[in-house]
């Protein structure tokens, strides 16, 4: 079992940035995948950025060059640095981890503000 617990969100005016931050507990591995999604009202589920143990990460079209992801494999925490962010980032971002199985947190609400 892998417990993913999300925290960073909050209401920011459009060009801010914020910091999210996931911390996995249970059986989770260095070398498991992690990343983050968003889902907005209305919308589907979509890929915001995933790296690897090995760092590569992969990005979403909408937030490429905006939004860093990282992780620290010591501390089994996976981070999402957003800059520039704007009204349409808007959504509850999931903390996801693929251990065997996927396991998602329970989201944390970003608001940007126009």
């Known amino acids: 079992q892998v417990q993913l617990v999300e925290s960073g969100g909050g209401l920011v005016q459009a060009g801010g940035s914020l910091r999210l931050s996931c911390v996995a507990s249970?059986?989770?591995?260095?070398?498991?995948?992690m990343g983050w999604y968003r889902q907005a009202p209305g919308k589907q589920r979509e890929l915001v950025a995933r790296?690897?143990?090995?760092?590569?990460?992969i990005y979403g079209d909408s937030v490429k060059g905006r939004f860093t992801i990282s992780r620290d494999n010591a501390k089994n925490t996976v981070y999402l640095q957003m800059n520039s962010l704007k009204p349409e980032d808007t959504a509850v971002y999931y903390c996801?981890?693929?251990?065997?199985?996927?396991?998602w947190g329970q989201g944390t609400q970003v608001t940007v503000s126009s």
């Open positions: 996801n981890a693929i251990s065997g199985l996927v396991y």
């Open positions: 249970g059986s989770i591995f260095s070398n498991d995948r």
């Open positions: 790296v690897s143990s090995g760092g590569i990460a």
